[in-house]
């Protein structure tokens, strides 16, 4: 569903991604790791279209971002770390402005909004200024707004930064039942134990290249992911 | 601890000068010059306009004994541009910053917080009132009589100035700020409030300027029938003519009256800049919501940001009010117009030349309208969305234009009828103002969203900085009055060999190319710099 192809991004002289290259499946969760300014976020960026990369390619089940971006963008839902959503509006308003973009009819938006603001209990706050709205509140309405189109690829950057216990398990839920209907899921994250229950594969960058790449199972072994973190950390 | 503040605020004033916003670097060499060159240039047009009007005014008052008198008018009018500059942002810049909270959570003063943001007002209305009182400054050296103090005074007077503006600004804004906590629809409210305050003061200072059209005769008597109500600008004036005791008056009544608002302003500071105690709830009500284009969705965003900011409204919006008011006011006025256009036409020598002025007089007043000119700057850090989803670029630039398009074109429409209505012209021109007209209101929301996409600023910490601290703002602005100056004096040399009818049409042919070449642009061009902002 996702593949990325020797993906380079420079900042100036800088390069914040170096060759990388990762095959994500359809029904497929990947973390994606790294230290602060690991090249994490351009990367993300990167897959959803929003920053042009230098070298490489990225493909959305077959699309290349590069050439068609809007037929990718059309596929995918991308969950930024800092949901600075527009406060000038309320919350159904946003809603119905990325159904609008995405061209969901009326009856399903109605379903699909209200399904997951009852589950993420928003519901009741829709009418207010997003100005008035919470990190953790501001984080759902992008999650909802996310899925609103049954994306094919899920982008997420640090998604349950900002959510409550309570939300990020429903989050969690909702990834899972989401890879049983086949959506792929590729999220970064610094929360080593979340990875690692709820994700097939790990990617784990460092100074922009990935260093360590796989399933689960076979990047962790016996240890956890956290060790292998830690040590990949200190042998670079 | 304050200069590090004083610091973040200077930088944060002048950054759409010493920042590349697009690379977000700062511009250093050749990008700095030009920069520095093309703000220098309006910079200076401005003046020259406003220095043949102060050299008037110097030459008519001065040797009649009026000095003061000069620098009083000229106060004011600096007063009008300083409070354009300053008053409309200052609830923003104050309690809307979007680093209030990050500095508050410092180990700093309120106070010192609310000093740097002050300062930052000073120097927005100081730049706006230089406008003005540089020029008068100017004339008044080369065609009055200053002694060494007077020419001293004079050159401090301008900075003293800025402070009356910062009162001003600084009463609106704090009258603003505690009716803000309270309302729902605050934007609505301000705007409404601010638009109130601007038109108290313009009917004051249209009183004091009615006065002056019998100044060459009368202008001992109007003088000494003002020196009361402009006590404070009479002490101005002894001031710029050497008188200490006046320079010691002005100074102190304007700190005076600055200090008599810091009080309460420092007071309040925190409180206004943390509650929000805002509207009542409001219940969430199921309702199946129509599905929308991709650009009518676009479009309704826009119009949206634009209603919700009153910072945004009042800013560039001002002429969509301005326009059906000058219309109405025609109307109201369709006799003295009427008895005025013999003598134009007189004036002029040919009776179609009118009609080109009064198209002119339009054009001028549409000029207020710059909706686009900060658009894309607005986007700020929510342009992560549009950049996500799969919209065209170029259907998110289209939509800009058809917001301005969507409030400009009504209100231009009304001013056009009203126009035609009271000067009556023959059929050529009854179809060609407003095709004039629309054409400019084009060819301005075209300039302004070429302009934001040229030098974009997407870092800001409150809305007042890209809506009035941006070089896309302020070329947009004056950059209307300046084509429709040039287009103006373009006549001088043709009058006579090509007839006002025929030049009109040459006008809306010019006006009709460039507004191609500049959608052109932005279509292609524009659309690749939006998507890689």
Same mark, same amino acid.
């Given at each position: 569903m996702l593949k990325i192809e020797h993906l380079t991004k420079c900042y100036g002289e800088k390069k914040a991604v170096d060759d990388l290259s990762l095959h994500i499946q359809k029904g497929e969760i990947c973390a994606f790791i790294g230290h602060n300014g690991a090249g994490k976020t351009t990367a993300i960026k990167s897959v959803c279209g929003i920053l042009r990369f230098d070298a490489g390619e990225i493909y959305i089940d077959g699309i290349s971002v590069k050439e068609d971006p809007l037929a990718a963008k059309r596929l995918l839902a991308y969950i930024p770390d800092n949901p600075d959503l527009y406060d000038f509006m309320t919350g159904i308003g946003y809603l119905n402005? #990325?159904?609008?973009?995405?061209?969901?009819?009326?009856?399903?938006?109605?379903?699909? +909004?209200?399904?997951?603001?009852?589950?993420?209990?928003?519901?009741?706050?829709?009418? $207010?200024?997003?100005? =008035?709205?919470?990190?953790?509140? @501001? $984080?759902?309405? =992008? +999650?909802?707004s996310a899925l609103l189109h049954e994306p094919r690829l899920l982008v997420m950057d640090e998604p349950f930064v900002g959510l409550d216990p309570k939300a990020a398990h429903l989050l969690k839920e909702l990834m899972r039942e989401m890879c049983r209907e086949g959506t792929a899921i590729f999220f970064s994250t610094h929360v080593l134990e979340v990875a690692e229950k709820l994700c097939d594969k790990v990617a784990i960058i460092k100074g922009g290249k990935l260093i360590r790449a796989g399933k689960m199972e076979e990047v962790k072994g016996d240890t956890s992911l956290e060790a292998v973190f830690l040590e990949l950390e200190g042998k670079q | 601890m304050i200069k590090a503040l004083f610091k973040k605020q200077m930088i944060e004033v002048f950054s759409y000068l010493f920042m590349a916003n697009k690379k977000k670097t700062r511009r250093t060499g050749k990008a700095l010059v030009c920069a520095l060159a093309l703000y220098g240039v309006l910079f200076a047009y401005l003046c020259v306009m406003l220095f043949f009007m102060a050299k008037f005014l110097c030459e008519t008052l001065v040797p009649l004994g009026l000095t003061w008198f000069y620098f009083a008018i000229m106060a004011l009018m600096s007063l009008v541009m300083g409070i354009i500059g300053s008053v409309f942002n200052t609830y923003a810049t104050l309690y809307l910053a979007k680093d209030n909270d990050t500095l508050l959570a410092m180990p700093i003063p309120p106070r010192y917080i609310l000093f740097a943001r002050l300062a930052g007002v000073y120097v927005s209305g100081l730049f706006f009132e230089l406008l003005v009182m540089l020029p008068a400054t100017v004339a008044w050296f080369m065609y009055g009589e200053p002694t060494v103090l007077g020419a001293i005074f004079a050159v401090l007077l301008p900075f003293v100035l800025s402070f009356f503006v910062l009162s001003l600004s600084c009463l609106l804004g704090l009258l603003v700020a505690a009716v803000a906590t309270r309302i729902r629809h605050k934007s609505l409210v301000i705007t409404l409030l601010s638009l109130g305050f601007l038109g108290l003061y313009f009917w004051g200072y249209s009183k004091l300027m009615s006065s002056l059209g019998d100044l060459l005769t009368v202008a001992g008597d109007i003088a000494e029938k003002v020196k009361g109500p402009l006590f404070l600008f009479y002490h101005m004036g002894r001031a710029a003519e050497g008188n200490g005791l006046s320079m010691l008056i002005f100074t102190s009544i304007v700190l005076g009256i600055f200090l008599a608002i810091l009080f309460p302003l420092s007071r309040s500071f925190l409180t206004l800049a943390t509650t929000n105690r805002g509207a009542a709830r409001k219940a969430y009500r199921r309702a199946r919501t129509a599905q929308r284009s991709a650009l009518k969705a676009l479009l309704v965003r826009e119009l949206k940001h634009f209603l919700a900011s009153h910072v945004y409204m009042i800013n560039c919006g001002l002429g969509v009010l301005m326009l059906p008011i000058m219309g109405i006011m025609l109307l109201i006025f369709k006799d003295d117009v009427q008895t005025m256009l013999p003598l134009l036409e007189a004036l002029c020598k040919n009776a179609d030349t009118v009609y080109l002025l009064f198209a002119a007089m339009a054009c001028m007043m549409m000029s207020m309208i710059y909706i686009t000119a900060p658009s894309v700057s607005l986007e700020g850090k929510?342009?992560?969305? #549009? $950049?996500?989803?799969?919209?065209? /670029?170029?259907?998110?630039?289209?939509? @800009?234009?058809?917001?301005?398009?969507? +409030? !400009?074109?009504?209100? !231009? &429409?009304?001013? !056009? #009828?009203?126009?035609?209505? %009271? +000067?009556? /012209?023959? &059929?050529?021109?009854?179809?060609?103002?407003? *095709?004039?007209?629309?054409?400019?209101?084009?060819?301005?929301?075209?300039?302004?969203?070429?302009?934001?996409? @040229?030098?974009?600023? *997407?870092?800001?910490?409150?809305?007042?900085?890209?809506? @009035?601290?941006?070089?896309?703002?302020?070329?947009?602005?004056?950059?209307?009055?300046?084509?429709?100056? !040039? *287009?103006? =004096?373009?006549? %001088? /040399?043709?009058?006579?060999?090509?007839?006002? =009818?025929?030049?009109? #049409?040459?006008?809306?042919?010019?006006?009709?190319?460039?507004c191609a070449a500049l959608f052109q642009w932005i279509r292609s061009k524009g659309a690749e710099i939006f998507a890689t902002l």
């Open positions: 402005f #990325v159904a609008d973009i995405f061209g969901v009819d009326a009856a399903l938006r109605d379903e699909r +909004i209200h399904r997951f603001t009852d589950m993420l209990e928003l519901t009741a706050d829709l009418a $207010q200024p997003i100005a =008035a709205y919470s990190h953790g509140m @501001k $984080q759902k309405l =992008a +999650i909802i | 929510h342009i992560w969305i #549009v $950049q996500s989803l799969p919209i065209e /670029p170029r259907k998110v630039l289209y939509a @800009k234009l058809l917001m301005h398009l969507v +409030i !400009a074109v009504p209100a !231009a &429409l009304v001013a !056009a #009828v009203c126009l035609l209505i %009271v +000067i009556s /012209p023959s &059929l050529p021109f009854l179809l060609l103002i407003p *095709l004039a007209m629309l054409l400019f209101l084009l060819l301005e929301a075209l300039f302004g969203l070429f302009m934001n996409l @040229k030098f974009p600023n *997407l870092n800001w910490t409150n809305e007042a900085v890209p809506v @009035k601290q941006s070089m896309s703002v302020l070329v947009s602005l004056f950059g209307g009055w300046a084509m429709t100056v !040039a *287009l103006g =004096a373009l006549y %001088v /040399p043709l009058h006579g060999h090509v007839s006002p =009818a025929l030049y009109l #049409v040459l006008v809306c042919a010019v006006l009709l190319g460039l």
